[in-house]
């Protein structure tokens, strides 16, 4: 059995790829995103009640994951790429049915002129992405802080110590200053690369920001637009 899945809406991030974006939702509260619906789903009945909520559940489609067979075993990152794991014991995106699910915070529903659009924050979604449904998310049902996190409970929260020099960061607009710190301590790069050499360059919003790696210890080395 095949189901149809309609676009509901997309979301606009300052994220033009893949690269730098979090790899779980909320991990960069700063970092903002815009839901905005599709013509057919602009209807200001379909979010009535919304706004009650302080987070919503989004339910989105990875893209650019191939079009191959499905795979029952993925190398998680957060694993160094080098151990196996069940696909369905991660969230890879190399899934059956690439479909991501990111629980962010909902910070307004403004009008516009393309009807009424969600604010959100801590988002982990590359520009463009298309969202497939919205649902509220209900603390005492959807929040289990005492459960068990698998092979995530065994593995190092990685945070980066950031040197981000004063005059490259006067360069990058005041409102994104923040969400950009984040993002880069949460260090962009494959958890397997350990390239002390490598400088890296990573989109964000209308940025390029080149930095490298040394010892735990992230520089920002340039920022162009």
Known sequence: MTIDLKVIAHIHTDFPEKFGVPRQSGLAPSLSGTVVFTPEYRNVDALRGLEGYDYIWLIWGF?????????????????????KMGVFAT????????????????????QTEQG????????????????????????????????????????????????????????????????L????????RP???????????MAFDKYNVQFRVVDGKMTVTGVGE
């Open 191 to 201: 958890h397997y690369q350990e390239d002390a050499g490598r400088v890296y360059g």
């Open 63 to 83: 893209e650019g994951t191939g079009d191959g067979p499905w795979k029952p075993m993925v190398r998680p990152p957060r694993l160094g790429g080098n151990k």
């Open 181 to 188: 710190l984040e993002v880069l301590r949460q260090d962009p």
């Open 91 to 110: 969230r890879s995106p190399f899934r059956p049915n690439p479909i991501g699910l990111s629980s962010v915070r909902l910070e307004s529903t403004p």
């Open 116 to 179: 009424t659009v969600l604010k959100v924050s801590g988002i982990d979604m590359r520009d463009g992405t298309p969202i497939f449904d919205i649902k509220p998310y209900i603390p005492y049902a959807d929040s289990h802080p005492e459960a068990r996190g698998g092979f995530t409970d065994e593995t190092t929260y990685r945070v980066l110590d950031v040197d981000f020099p004063e005059e490259l960061l006067e360069r990058v607009a005041s409102d994104k200053r923040d969400a």
